[in-house]
Structure formats: C-alpha cells, structure tokens
C-alpha cells in the first residue's frame, strides 16, 4: 500500500467515524428532546392504570418490578429505562420471546450487529459512507427487531398449542373440590414450557399478594397470544357474575382447541401465497449469485460503481416494501 493510499484510507475512516458519531448525536438529541415528555406520561398513565386495577402498590410488587429491570449491564439498563421512548415495549417483546436479555443486552447486541454491518460494507466491500452507514443502521434495527419478533411467534404457538391441556387440567382441578390458586399452581408444576412457567410467574405473584387477575393481567404481557386473554376474562367475568367456573373454564377450552384447528386449516389455505412470497424472495438473489458465479466482471458495476450502489440499494427497499406488503396479504389472523 503507497503511502497516498494510506492516507486516503485514514480519511475515509474518519470521515466514516465523524459521520456516525453525528449522526449519533442527532438521534440522541430527537430522543432525549422530543420522546422524553411522552415517555414519563406513557409511565405515568400505565401506573395509574396499574393502581386502578389492584389498588395501592405494595412494596413487594415495587421490588420485583426493580429486580426485573437490572440486568448484567446496569449502567445501560439505567439510562434505556430513563430515555428511551419505547423502554417499555421492547421490554415486553424481550419477555413475550423467552429470551433471558435485558434492554442493555438488546442495545449491546445491535450496536455489535450495527458496527460489523458496517465494517463489512466499508472495508470488504468497499461501498461508499452513505451507503454503509444506512445499511448498518437498518441493520442494527432491524435484525434484532426481527429476530425477536420471530421468537415471540413461536413461542405464542407453543404456548396456544399446551394452553388447552393447561385449561383441562385446572377444570379437574376444580371439579375435584380444590380452589384456583391451587388449579394454578398444577398447571404451573405439571405443564411444560412455555405454558408452565406463565403460570409459575403468575402464582409466584400471587404469593406477593397481588389479586388472580391482577397477576394474570401482568403475565399476560409476557405472551403475545390472545387465548391466555381470553381466561383472564372469562375468570374475571364469573366472580362478579357468578355461575360454575369448572364449567366456563371447559366451554372455554372446546373454543380453544376449535380456534387452533381453524388457525391450521386457513394456514393451509394460504400456503401458495406464502410459497410464492419465498420464491419471490429468494429468486433475485439466486439469480444474481448465478451470474456472479458464471461472470464476475459482469456484476462489478452493480458492487462498484456509485450509481450501481444506488440501484442495488433501491432495489433492497423495494423488495423490503413487496415482502412486507406480500406477508400481510398471505397473514389472516384468527
């Protein structure tokens, strides 16, 4: 390497390093000045919300609450909580996936994503700044995103799939005399993850004195599955009503296992169009591996060239659009 190349090579990387670093500072200054308001009244409105439902907070329920929040890197988990506008979030897509992180493991996790992104497109590839510092930033967003979007899914339809046997077993339970928190703490021993460890952290909250279905409510946030609101509701509705719980508890399971079956059969219904979305999906890359593989020369222009670059990249938002929009048409929700 001549020393003029070396000299261009220190000022890419640090006009590439000023250009983060800026950038940086501009999505801390919209986060710390424009969410930081809407952040401590979405706090305070979910507190009221928490204390219209199960009365003053007892200092056990305050302590978990704490205990929950700290994490292996305290001083980042601290100041998400503090700043980030969708703290809260993020935290229940952590919990919904069954994923033993933190906010602070979260944020470690995608900086790392973002900076190897980046050091791939800058030094390997040799893309220009722009360019590498947006696909870094979609990158360090968006994988984590959907990784964890991804793992909250599967664990929803393991956790739809035990949910009636965990129903079964409390309407045993019932009909053999013993009261709910016992149905719960069955089902929390005998039924296997996911289900069990849902009822595990809702009877351990109840243990801290917080009421069934204000502890079923909070447990509810860690599932993204409507079916665990559905018993919530159903329990809710027979104490102010009254009536055989055994009973409701069974209509409710015989709808459960109906629901699911439904859920698979327009799974199979929709399975061309999900087939198409992957064979849509893969076929550019498939064909541009081809061509690579057959003609280096020929592809060099769409790699390096300023203006292929632009085309390339163009081309990856259109195809993100087209899979987004295909995937919502080829999801029907139950």
């Not at 994988?143 to 009636?164: D, E, I, Q, V, Y």
């Not at 509810?220 to 027979?238: G, H």
């Not at 259109?318 to 929009?325: A, D, K, W």
Request: glycine share 8%; net charge positive; proline share 4%.
């Amino acid at each position: 390497m001549t020393g003029a190349e070396g000299g261009l090579d220190l000022v890419s990387v640090t006009i590439l390093i000023t250009s983060g670093l800026t950038l940086t500072f501009v999505a801390l200054s919209l986060v710390f000045g424009g969410f930081f308001a809407e952040r401590r009244l979405r706090d305070r409105l979910e507190d009221i919300e928490t204390r219209a439902r199960t009365g003053a907070r007892p200092l056990q329920m305050a302590t978990l609450r704490r205990v929950e929040k700290a994490g292996r890197l305290p001083t980042l988990d601290k100041l998400l909580w503090r700043w980030f506008p969708n703290a809260s979030k993020v935290r229940r897509k952590l919990q919904a996936s069954g994923m033993n992180l933190t906010l602070g493991d979260y944020a470690f996790l995608s900086i790392a994503i973002a900076v190897a992104v980046a050091f791939l497109l800058h030094f390997v590839l040799e893309l220009s700044p722009a360019i590498t510092l947006g696909g870094a930033f979609v990158t360090g967003v968006g994988l984590p995103n959907l990784w964890l979007t991804r793992l909250a899914k599967k664990r929803a339809l393991r956790f739809n799939l035990l949910f009636p046997e965990a129903i079964d077993l409390m309407v045993r339970a019932l009909r053999a005399g013993l009261p709910v928190q016992e149905a719960i703490a069955n089902v929390a021993r005998d039924i296997k993850e996911p289900v069990g460890g849902i009822f595990r952290r809702a009877q351990q909250e109840m243990q801290l004195g917080a009421p069934i279905e204000a502890a079923l409510w909070r447990v509810a946030r860690t599932v993204l599955t409507d079916e665990f609101n559905f018993l919530i509701v159903a329990m809710s509705i027979q104490r102010d009503t009254g009536g055989n719980l055994a009973e409701t508890l069974a209509n409710l399971s015989s709808l459960l296992r109906a629901r699911q079956q439904l859920r698979l059969k327009i799974r199979a219904f929709s399975s061309e169009a999900r087939a198409t979305m992957l064979i849509m999906t893969g076929l550019p890359f498939l064909v541009g591996g081809g061509l690579f593989l057959i003609s280096p020369k020929y592809m060099n222009p769409l790699f390096f060239t300023e203006t292929g670059q632009m085309v390339a990249a163009a081309a990856a938002c259109s195809m993100g659009v087209g899979i987004f929009i295909m995937n919502k048409i080829a999801t029907i929700k139950v």
